[in-house]
């Protein structure tokens, strides 16, 4: 569907952020007699044609529907007498009552996109320092088993060399060898969790991104409040 704007009001600017995320729907054009007028600014930004010449607008081949946005009685009677038979029409009171319904889901969805946005971030500072307090753990632990399989070697060898004196004592190191082998095993899984951690928050922190670009937060509010 082709539409042309009349009037380049801030109602303006809501529609055609609007209609910008629509498929199916175009502006072709819009008019006002002031060329200084946000809508009319607005759609300059946008790439879309701005004329101070109403009726010639509303004549044009391509349009399929006017939105009228002055409220002017005279305007609204002047492009109702140049109306085609084909072409539809939608008063200053019904633009007005669409754009405040759009202003008003936009805001709803900025605020909503700001909350979970900031729940977001929330969760994803929390996780970072808890996989940061694993990570630092972690290193300590594999220091101290370093350190641990250590004495046990030592401890090996020393009994080796006391012969059968030294075979009870074998006994406690060869236990103590099977316990540090055990905690290497869980070590290794830790470190596995821990790599697999870092890949989720790098996710996380990406989906975060992606859901402020999605509500466009910046594009769509920084419009509406000219």
Do not use: Q, Y
């Given at each position: 569907m082709n539409i042309a704007l009349v009037g380049g009001g801030r109602a303006a600017v809501i529609l055609l952020d609007f209609f910008a995320m629509q498929k199916d729907?175009?502006?072709?054009?819009?008019?006002d007699i002031n060329e200084s007028a946000p809508g009319m600014k607005h759609a300059k930004a946008l790439g879309i044609q701005t004329t101070t010449n109403t009726k010639e607008l509303a004549q044009r081949h391509d349009v399929q529907t006017i939105i009228e946005l002055t409220g002017n009685a005279n305007v609204r009677s002047e492009l109702l007498g140049i109306l085609r038979p084909n072409q539809d029409f939608m008063s200053a009171n019904c633009a007005k009552l669409t754009s405040d319904i759009i202003e008003a889901q936009?805001?709803?969805?900025?605020?909503?996109?700001?909350?979970v946005s900031e729940q977001f971030h929330t969760s994803i500072t929390r996780l970072n320092t808890a996989i940061g307090n694993m990570d630092f753990a972690y290193n300590n632990i594999?220091?101290?088993?370093?350190?641990?399989?250590?004495?046990a070697l030592n401890a090996k060898i020393e009994c080796a060399r006391a012969g059968q004196a030294g075979d009870a004592f074998a006994k406690v190191v060869e236990r103590m060898h099977e316990m540090l082998t055990s905690i290497r095993e869980a070590m290794e899984k830790i470190s596995t969790a821990s790599t697999e951690s870092h890949d989720t928050l790098m996710k996380l922190k990406s989906a975060k991104d992606q859901?402020?670009?999605?509500?466009?937060?910046?594009?769509?509010?920084?419009?509406?409040?000219?």
């Open positions: 729907i175009k502006v072709v054009g819009i008019s936009s805001t709803h969805n900025a605020m909503t996109a700001n909350t594999e220091k101290l088993l370093r350190e641990t399989e250590l004495v859901l402020a670009d999605e509500f466009k937060l910046s594009k769509v509010m920084g419009a509406i409040n000219k």
